[in-house]
């Protein structure tokens, strides 16, 4: 018999591992130029709500081919292992399994924007497009 765990217990568990930030700390790190800020939200999400400027669009389904250091399909961005990436959904929930998969990876640094896109947003950052 196997165990199983909730959605909730899993996102309990991996963000226990990541230094997740807020969306002015993000922004910061980005400025900076220590972060890649990587959004993961589907067409739709992005064409109703806008995109936060500067931000890498990567499907989710295609997010570990396209920041593995080492994978034939990385983005040019993906350079090595330290790259500080911060990944960006809509709430903040799914961002946080995709940066555990990422860490998983070896990029150590990877972590996601608390709140997501929405949070980006409710704090007045800017948007393009919306």
Not at 4 to 11: E, K, M, N, R
Not at 52 to 81: F, K, T
Request: glycine share 8%; charged share 30%; with cysteine.
């Amino acid at each position: 018999m196997s165990e199983h765990t909730s959605i909730d217990t899993l996102l309990e568990r991996v963000r226990e591992d990541l230094d997740r930030i807020g969306p002015r700390e993000a922004l910061t790190a980005y400025e900076n130029g220590d972060a890649l800020l990587v959004d993961i939200r589907y067409a739709a999400l992005r064409d109703r709500d806008g995109l936060i400027p500067g931000a890498v669009v990567v499907e989710r389904n295609e997010l570990e081919w396209r920041l593995d250091p080492q994978g034939s399909h990385r983005l040019p961005e993906a350079v090595d292992h330290d790259l500080r990436v911060v990944v960006i959904c809509n709430e903040g929930y799914a961002s946080s399994l995709a940066a555990a998969s990422l860490r998983q990876l070896g990029l150590h640094r990877a972590t996601d924007l608390i709140g997501g896109f929405q949070a980006w947003k409710a704090e007045g950052l800017s948007v393009e497009g919306a």
